[in-house]
């Protein structure tokens, strides 16, 4: 069993950096698949960001591409999500969610392919 917890999330001017990070509690960490994923006011909750359990396989949502990175640090248990020229639309509730036991696997863009998913933390950006 996992428990993840987001931080990092803020409200900053349009253009600015942040850098999200999620720790999982648990052994399972190391094994597991990450995603990120954002919930905007009136919108379904979408995929931004995967990456398998040795960092070998990394996915972004078009949108983002070329402005996110996401890396994982397993002997901290710790995923990150780095967001740099950020903009309005991209204020929303930030999650990151895992799925157990993947080393054989990559990365995933759905939602029910996790097991576990943090309580999010909030990014706000003003125009």
């Known amino acids: 069993q996992l428990h993840l917890v987001e931080s990092g999330g803020g409200f900053v001017q349009a253009v600015a950096s942040l850098r999200l990070s999620c720790t999982a509690s648990?052994?399972?960490?190391?094994?597991?698949?990450m995603g990120w994923f954002r919930h905007a006011p009136g919108k379904e909750r979408e995929f931004v960001a995967g990456?398998?359990?040795?960092?070998?396989?990394?996915g972004y949502t078009e949108s983002v591409e070329s402005r996110f990175s996401t890396s994982r640090d397993n002997a901290k248990n710790t995923v990150f999500l780095q967001m740099n020229s950020l903009r309005p639309e991209d204020t929303a509730v930030y999650y990151c969610?895992?799925?157990?036991?993947?080393?054989?696997?990559?990365?995933?863009?759905?939602?029910?392919?996790?097991?576990?998913w943090g309580q999010g933390t909030q990014v706000t950006i003003s125009s």
């Open positions: 969610a895992a799925r157990v036991a993947s080393s054989s696997g990559g990365y995933y863009r759905q939602e029910s392919s996790y097991n576990y």
């Open positions: 648990g052994r399972s960490f190391s094994t597991s698949a």
């Open positions: 990456i398998s359990w040795n960092g070998g396989k990394i």
